[in-house]
């Protein structure tokens, strides 16, 4: 059987395994839908505390303003916790993914890479957002209305960041996608090379069944 993918005869396991589950992030659905849910959770889950419980505490007051006080103190002892116990660590961990996803993505154009670095850094920056809200919160012993005010102002710099991370990853996907339908280095930078540029470069042009397969 002839693969109209990739012009050839002979298919390999690893064609078939991309013909089946595409490996390109910025062209999967599924990794915009994990994009939007990554965003609206930490937005929602303000130091482990459902918003929802901060807007009720606003309006009703009393036993709902207990427990909101409750939560938020067990919340930022678990935080503070973990860091003092493993931030060093953590540190390390973070910084060596990150480095990885560095090399892997944007030095070897790997795609999988770059999307999980779109993703990851800005996590990054929420992540030292939150700790340094907990140590806050905690030293200042802040409670009721003080609490549920910065509560709410870091949920504010949590969606600025959210808004920056998504316009940002939307705007090099489209540049991903831009240089992988037309790669003959209008789009890509200089230097790039990508799995998908074989048949562009044994032939100097794209085949005409690489066309068909992308509609055009």
Do not use: C
């Not at 560095?102 to 999980?116: M, N, S």
């Amino acid at each position: 059987m002839r693969n109209t993918f990739y012009g050839t005869t002979n298919v390999t396991w690893y064609q078939l395994l991309n013909e089946m589950i595409d490996m390109r992030s910025f062209s999967n659905l599924w990794f915009w839908i994990a994009l939007a849910v990554t965003w609206s959770t930490n937005s929602h889950w303000v130091l482990g505390v459902p918003y929802d419980m901060v807007v009720r505490a606003a309006k009703h007051g009393a036993e709902a303003e207990t427990d909101l006080d409750d939560v938020v103190r067990v919340n930022i002892n678990r935080t503070l916790y973990i860091f003092g116990t493993a931030g060093v660590w953590l540190l390390g961990f973070t910084s060596f993914l990150l480095a990885t996803l560095i090399v892997l993505g944007f030095v070897y154009d790997v795609e999988l890479a770059q999307a999980l670095f779109l993703l990851a850094f800005p996590l990054t920056i929420v992540a030292v957002l939150r700790l340094r809200t907990a140590r806050q919160i905690r030293a200042d012993g802040a409670e009721g209305a003080e609490l549920r005010r910065r509560l709410t102002r870091h949920r504010i710099w949590t969606q600025v960041i959210g808004m920056i991370s998504i316009f940002v990853t939307t705007m090099w996907g489209i540049y991903q996608n831009l240089s992988f339908m037309f790669p003959d280095h209008n789009f890509k930078y200089q230097g790039s090379i990508s799995l998908h540029d074989e048949d562009y470069a044994s032939t100097g042009a794209f085949t005409d069944d690489w066309w068909r397969a992308r509609g055009l």
